[in-house]
């Protein structure tokens, strides 16, 4: 999406869903996948990101909803694209190399009033 702000990645990304998989299944198995990530964060059902959000934060947020009628699922995720980002990946690998804590140095919330 091409849209005017200062920075930021919002994607919307779609997917067929398998026949006979439900909502429900979809949330459990997204909210599953990244229940221990401290830089991923599911919303609650009917919540989506905004660019906003993520600003100043390492932290990339993930809205789901399923289209029933079309058989798809729906994700918008946003990121901060200077945190989130090249600067952002290099603290995060920095810190596993010298054995320090993954999270160390960087921000999981927002700073955008």
Known sequence: MLVPMS???LATSTARLAPGVSVADVREAWEGAY?????????????????NDTTGANTAL?????DENAGRVVVVSAI????KGTAGAAIQSANLALGLPEHAGLPVNGVAP
């Open 62 to 66: 993930m809205g789901i909803a399923v």
């Open 80 to 83: 901060d694209n200077l945190v």
């Open 35 to 51: 229940a221990g990530e401290r830089f991923v964060r599911v919303l609650p059902e009917g919540y989506f990101p905004r660019t």
């Open 7 to 9: 920075r930021g990645i």
